[in-house]
């Protein structure tokens, strides 16, 4: 007669994470699937940079009215009147000048939304965006 002994099954786990590691045996009392860490992972801080600066440059012409130029300048910058005055008599003395330093996605959008507002005004004025270096 032969005696058959039934032995207690040792669960076998393995990391899902890692599917190429060797199975191992679970120990005794361990819960099916937790796995002790075996070492500590240092988590630098991440490096963050300041995104590069673009000037939003206006330039002069011969047919938009200072005014215009004012108005823009405050409603679209968000310049004081006298600021305002400033840079339009700079852009006026020499041919071109800063509206205001932003991002570049930023300052592409304002561009395009002042010349659009100048065309749609019938004023020539032109914005472009120019890389700015230095504080």
Not at 29 to 45: C, I, S, W, Y
Not at 61 to 80: C, G
């Amino acid at each position: 007669m032969i005696k058959q002994t039934i032995l207690p099954v040792t669960p076998i786990t393995s990391d899902w994470h890692f599917p190429n590691m060797p199975m191992r045996l679970a120990q005794v009392g361990e819960p099916d699937g937790e796995t002790t860490p075996q070492a500590d992972v240092l988590v630098a801080e991440p490096e963050v940079a300041k995104p590069p600066m673009y000037a939003v440059v206006m330039y002069n012409d011969n047919y938009t009215p200072m005014e215009f130029v004012v108005y823009i300048l405050q409603s679209e910058f968000r310049h004081s009147v006298d600021s305002a005055v400033e840079i339009m008599l700079t852009i006026h003395n020499s041919s071109k000048g800063i509206a205001g330093i932003y991002p570049k996605d930023i300052a592409e959008t304002k561009a395009k939304k002042v010349n659009s507002l100048a065309h749609r005004e019938g004023y020539p004025l032109l914005t472009q965006i120019e890389p700015h270096q230095g504080e």
